[in-house]
């Protein structure tokens, strides 16, 4: 039906542009948070997405907020990524290639996981989510013999921290994070190079989920 002359526009475009302002939020905090850590002003978040602060603060009233959205935004894109690679990857290269993938993703979660318990919640959350299409990805290449069968989903948990943190040991400066990335993924290679089938075998038990989840949480 057509509108009367004078008939109020449909508020649906502007819904749309508040999701939009939203998505550019929750991607500006990332960022900033992943540069420059939770300490980062809300002002500069602000700036960074384009918006008004006001704007900025009607959306999310404190960091925490922000910070969960970002939990969120970010386990929905590695659950795409796992995902797609279950669906685009062969069985033997699929768990090194989601570990290529995920270390290739600006990741801030390390600046905010240990700020709250309920951001400690969502990220664990997160981790929930992404182990059953994990541990396929592992059963699968260790079925078709190219990865050691004593690997587990808590192993390739803590590969990612380690080459976070590889990544984390450098300044937030261009040419810093530049080298830090590359860094990163050499030592990315040198662990999936050790994930490999090989005769030897693993010393100690791997961790529990109780523990692993008690480490991803630690400050």
């Known amino acids: 039906m057509t509108p009367a002359p004078g008939a109020q526009a449909s508020p649906r475009p502007l ?5 939009l302002n939203r998505e550019r939020i929750v991607a500006a905090a990332h960022d900033v948070f992943a540069e420059s850590g939770f300490e980062a002003s ?4 602000a700036h960074r997405a384009g918006v008004g602060v006001g704007t ?25 990524l ?57 059963e699968d290449a260790q079925a078709a013999g190219f990865l050691r069968g004593d690997v587990t989903f808590g192993d390739i948990a803590l590969i990612l921290l380690s080459v976070r943190g590889v990544e984390d040991r450098w300044d937030a400066g261009e040419a810093d994070a530049k080298l830090g990335r590359q860094q990163g993924e050499r030592h990315l290679q040198l662990l999936i190079d050790g994930l490999r089938v090989t005769d030897s075998a693993l010393p100690h038990r791997p961790l529990s989920r109780a523990q692993l989840d008690e480490l991803l949480v630690r400050e």
Do not use: W
Request: aromatic share 4%; with cysteine.
């Open 15 to 19: 819904r749309r542009d508040a999701e």
């Open 42 to 45: 809300m002002e500069r978040v």
């Open 56 to 80: 900025l603060y009607r959306r999310f009233p404190n960091k925490e907020g922000l910070a969960i959205a970002i939990m969120e935004m970010v386990s929905g894109r590695t659950r795409q």
């Open 82 to 138: 796992v995902d797609e690679v279950l669906r685009t990857a062969s069985p033997a290269e699929g768990i090194f290639e989601f570990l290529r993938q995920c270390v290739a993703m600006p990741s801030s979660l390390r600046a905010l996981v240990a700020r709250s318990p309920r951001l400690a919640e969502a990220h664990l959350a997160m981790v929930e989510t992404l182990e059953a299409p994990v541990t396929t990805l592992i």
